[in-house]
């Protein structure tokens, strides 16, 4: 599976940004895809995930009510919708895939794929 992040770019606090996860591969369609973002000098984190089917989705609390994660199969594309952005949310954000895995399967050591980082910065 290759993943080919985008969408990231310069927003004030409270605005907001799409990011979009292209996925290509054979398994693409049937691998759950988390987004994850790594601050300066911060860990990689789980920000939200969605099972292969779509039917499935999970969030870190810092984000919960703020983004939504969403795909369609047919496109092999994944949305991370980032509303009432804060300038705590700025990082490089990743899409990861993981093969015939649930979401709660979508941990940071655990990922088979990751595409290149788009970078998110939130203004005060």
């Known amino acids: 599976v290759q993943l080919q992040a985008s969408g990231g770019g310069l927003v004030q606090a409270g605005g907001s940004l799409r990011l979009s996860c292209a996925a290509s591969?054979?398994?693409?369609?049937?691998?759950?895809v988390g987004w994850f973002r790594q601050a300066p000098g911060m860990e990689r984190e789980f920000v939200a995930g969605i099972s292969w089917s779509g039917t499935s989705t999970d969030y870190a609390d810092s984000v919960k009510g703020r983004f939504t994660i969403s795909r369609e199969n047919l496109k092999n594309t994944v949305w991370l919708q980032m509303n009432s952005l804060k300038p705590e949310d700025t990082a490089v954000y990743y899409c990861?895939?993981?093969?015939?895995?649930?979401?709660?399967?979508?941990?940071?050591?655990?990922?088979?794929?990751w595409g290149k980082g788009t970078q998110v910065t939130v203004s005060s």
């Open positions: 591969g054979r398994s693409a369609m049937h691998s759950a």
């Open positions: 990861g895939a993981m093969r015939w895995a649930g979401v709660t399967d979508l941990k940071v050591r655990a990922m088979e794929y």
